[in-house]
């Protein structure tokens, strides 16, 4: 693995490592689900399907290999991007 670079798979990290990962997550949500909810709510215009869209983005989020820079546009834009490309799936 190259210096600098963390690849986040949960099943094997360390119990610490994990409780942070899920902490970070935690903060993601809270920073950004109500603003992606509304967003896949306009795209689908279905409560539930909006629901699943954004629970989605925050798995792929919590797979990224790379954490996302805290409170950055680059985060929110991540998010933001990963919702509509998963709104082009359906």
């Not at 689908?44 to 805290?70: C, I, K, M, N």
Request: hydrophobic share 35%.
């Amino acid at each position: 693995m190259s210096e600098g670079r963390r690849q986040w798979h949960f099943g094997a990290r360390k119990p610490r490592e994990r409780r942070v990962e899920s902490e970070r997550l935690g903060e993601l949500f809270d920073a950004h689900h109500q603003r992606l909810y509304r967003l896949a709510r306009r795209i689908s215009r279905d409560p539930e399907e909006a629901r699943d869209l954004v629970q989605e983005t925050f798995l792929r989020a919590a797979r990224h290999e790379r954490p996302l820079a805290r409170g950055t546009l680059d985060e929110e834009a991540w998010l933001v991007r990963t919702l509509v490309n998963l709104c082009r799936d359906l």
